[in-house]
């Protein structure tokens, strides 16, 4: 347990364990201000109803090892986004879900849990332009979608693995596996193939705007 303490990790809750040990101060929780509940999260996310509705979390290195990895999914098309983070920090988590954000601009909304990395999250969600909901503390399996991702993750990161030796192609092959997996949910369709489809569609789409538009002109 010290040597997780003294873990990058482990510095940055530090002062929740801390809290946790004291006996006059051990009923304290630290809380996330402004946080919005899924509660009032609109219906069309509840119900999958469209594209860009993420939930997002995060997978830490054991305890002699450093770094995290960032999961993103998206509720509808179940096509995840990882991103490896080796400097454990508020600041790092914000830009990994920045580069998310770049490989996936339809992103409209992030779920995420309680966890002290995501107090500011009220500068992420300008950061990224979307707006930003929280489960209930202690209640991780109100994002269904990226709990079953991290176990398929699981597989191949076992816990106790220091993400610090795991290099950029291996973290893509394992997002290629993802997302490359024949889903009963998807009507046996593939993430990949359900994005792609998306953004053929949604081109499609604009092409045939441009032309209306076009022709009201002449």
Same mark, same amino acid.
């Given at each position: 347990?010290?040597?997780?303490?003294?873990s990058?990790?482990?510095k940055?809750?530090?002062?929740?364990?801390?809290k946790?040990?004291r006996p006059?101060?051990?009923?304290?929780?630290?809380?996330? *201000?402004?946080r $919005?509940? !899924?509660? %009032? =999260?609109?219906?069309?996310?509840e119900k999958?109803g469209?594209?860009? /509705?993420?939930?997002?979390?995060?997978?830490v290195?054991?305890?002699?090892g450093?770094?995290m990895?960032?999961?993103?999914?998206?509720?509808?098309?179940?096509v995840?986004?990882?991103?490896?983070?080796?400097?454990?920090s508020?600041?790092?988590v914000? *830009?990994?879900? $920045?580069? !998310?954000? %770049? =490989?996936?601009?339809?992103?409209?909304t992030?779920?995420?849990?309680? /966890?002290?990395?995501?107090?500011?999250?009220?500068?992420?969600e300008?950061l990224?332009n979307?707006?930003?909901?929280?489960c209930?503390?202690?209640h991780?399996?109100?994002k269904?979608?990226?709990?079953?991702s991290?176990?398929?993750?699981?597989?191949f990161?076992?816990?106790?693995?220091?993400?610090? =030796?795991?290099?950029?192609?291996?973290i893509l092959?394992?997002?290629?596996?993802?997302?490359?997996?024949?889903?009963e949910c998807?009507?046996?369709?593939?993430?990949?193939?359900?994005?792609i489809q998306h953004?053929?569609?949604?081109k499609?789409?604009?092409?045939?705007?441009?032309v209306?538009?076009?022709?009201?002109?002449i």
């Amino acid at each position: 347990m010290y040597r997780y303490l003294k873990s990058p990790y482990g510095k940055l809750i530090g002062i929740k364990w801390k809290k946790k040990i004291r006996p006059k101060k051990s009923k304290k929780v630290t809380k996330l *201000k402004d946080r $919005v509940f !899924i509660d %009032k =999260r609109p219906k069309i996310i509840e119900k999958r109803g469209r594209v860009g /509705d993420m939930e997002g979390d995060f997978i830490v290195s054991g305890r002699d090892g450093k770094g995290m990895l960032l999961v993103a999914v998206c509720r509808k098309l179940r096509v995840v986004f990882l991103e490896l983070v080796l400097d454990v920090s508020i600041d790092e988590v914000h *830009k990994g879900f $920045v580069r !998310i954000k %770049k =490989r996936f601009p339809e992103m409209k909304t992030l779920t995420l849990d309680n /966890d002290i990395l995501f107090k500011m999250h009220k500068t992420l969600e300008k950061l990224l332009n979307v707006k930003i909901y929280f489960c209930h503390p202690y209640h991780s399996w109100e994002k269904g979608s990226i709990e079953n991702s991290n176990m398929e993750i699981r597989k191949f990161i076992p816990k106790g693995s220091d993400l610090s =030796r795991c290099d950029k192609e291996f973290i893509l092959a394992v997002e290629d596996h993802l997302n490359e997996r024949y889903m009963e949910c998807l009507k046996y369709a593939t993430p990949k193939e359900k994005l792609i489809q998306h953004r053929k569609n949604k081109k499609t789409a604009q092409e045939a705007v441009k032309v209306k538009k076009s022709k009201c002109s002449i």
